[in-house]
Nanobody, 122 residues
């Protein structure tokens, strides 16, 4: 069982930067792929970024070049660094875990955090 807790959300202005963290429980974090997803009000959940157990990364086109996913296995934590934020980035951001290989499909993930709100004002 893996428990995930996100932090770092908040209210920022367009063009600002923000960094999210997701702390995971368990002793096998290094074997998990981690993903970030987001859901805006009235919209479906969408993929943001994923990092595999071997640090391969993959991003949604909408965030490529602005967001960076990384992990620190010693701290059981995955990060999402966001720059040049836009109002359309406003959403609840959730991290998720699955074994080994990353995926852009939410259904592939076994464990989810509760989410953290990111609001970008124009």
């Amino acid at each position: 069982q893996v428990q995930l807790v996100e932090s770092g959300g908040g209210l920022v202005q367009a063009g600002d930067s923000l960094s999210l963290s997701c702390a995971a429980s368990g002793r096998t974090f290094s074997s998990y792929a981690m993903g970030w997803f987001r859901q805006a009000p009235g919209k479906e959940r969408e993929f943001v970024a994923t990092i595999s157990w071997n640090n391969n990364t993959y991003y949604a086109d909408s965030v490529k070049g602005r967001f960076t996913i990384s992990r620190d296995n010693a701290k059981n934590t995955v990060y999402l660094q966001m720059i040049s934020l836009k109002p359309e980035d406003t959403a609840v951001y959730s991290c998720a875990a699955r074994t080994r290989l990353g995926s852009s499909m939410a259904a592939d993930y076994n464990y989810w955090g509760q989410g953290t709100q990111v609001t970008v004002s124009s």
